[in-house]
């Protein structure tokens, strides 16, 4: 009897590797439900838009951070892109010419917005800006990218530059589900001028993959410490109030 009400009262070692099995996989699927952070809009108008969101790269942002938007639009007219060629194709039409990746019109919109943003992020945060225009060919002209500071850095990210996308159809009376694709490939390369004060340039993408993004690293306050500032870009309280 005692050997019967002993063996009763055993515990096995295989049950109890499925107890903190099923506790982990509890645990495990409760984080997975946990909703990330919403984003806090900065800027909105049209498509055109500027928000704080949350950084998935980094927790050690050195902000709040207070750049002017004259700062910030000295820096944005520093960086440069061209389009990526291959060897083939450097050796019959050679290199792509090297032009702004932000217009003075952009930057107009931009430096105010992003001004405000870097001064209300956390540490954990970054943020995200967005730029929609329509072309004089009906196309639909973007430029998106992320920023964040890191001292003595000044993290800058691209993943469109001015990419043309065709017309969409007629959403009026349905969502559209696909992705607004653009016809041609995007795929560029970045540099920040003058070069002395760039620390890094990286990519994020994959090879033959649409998802391009590539992130300066400059030592902005370097850098404007010898560029002239560029006027007139102090306009944070004339911006737009993001849309409900």
């Not at 009400?5 to 699927?29: D, K, M, Q, Y």
Request: proline share 8%; aromatic share 6%; glycine share 6%.
């Amino acid at each position: 009897m005692n050997g019967i009400r002993h063996t009763a009262n055993e515990t096995h070692p295989w049950s109890i590797h499925v107890f903190a099995l099923l506790v982990g996989l509890t645990v495990v699927a409760g984080c997975a439900n946990t909703p990330a952070a919403p984003s806090k809009a900065i800027y909105q108008s049209g498509l055109n838009q500027v928000r704080v969101e949350q950084d998935p790269d980094s927790t050690a942002n050195t902000h709040p951070a207070g750049l002017t938007a004259c700062e910030i639009g000295t820096l944005l007219r520093g960086v440069r892109v061209w389009e990526r060629r291959n060897f083939i194709h450097r050796s019959f039409a050679g290199q792509a010419d090297k032009i702004r990746a932000f217009r003075d019109e952009e930057i107009t919109v931009l430096a105010p917005a992003l001004a405000k943003a870097l001064a209300q992020a956390s540490p954990s945060e970054r943020v995200y800006y967005h730029l929609s225009h329509a072309t004089e060919h009906g196309e639909e002209e973007t430029t998106t990218g992320w920023l964040s500071v890191r001292e003595p850095l000044l993290h800058l990210s691209l993943s469109e530059v001015h990419d043309r996308h065709s017309p969409g159809p007629d959403i009026s009376k349905y969502d559209r589900q696909m992705p607004n694709v653009p016809e041609a490939s995007a795929a560029f390369d970045v540099t920040f001028e003058p070069e002395e004060f760039l620390a890094k340039v990286s990519s994020a993408g994959r090879l033959f993959a649409p998802d391009q993004r590539e992130e300066l690293q400059i030592r902005y306050r370097e850098a404007l410490s010898s560029m002239p500032i560029q006027p007139g870009l102090d306009r944070g309280k004339d911006l737009p109030r993001p849309k409900p």
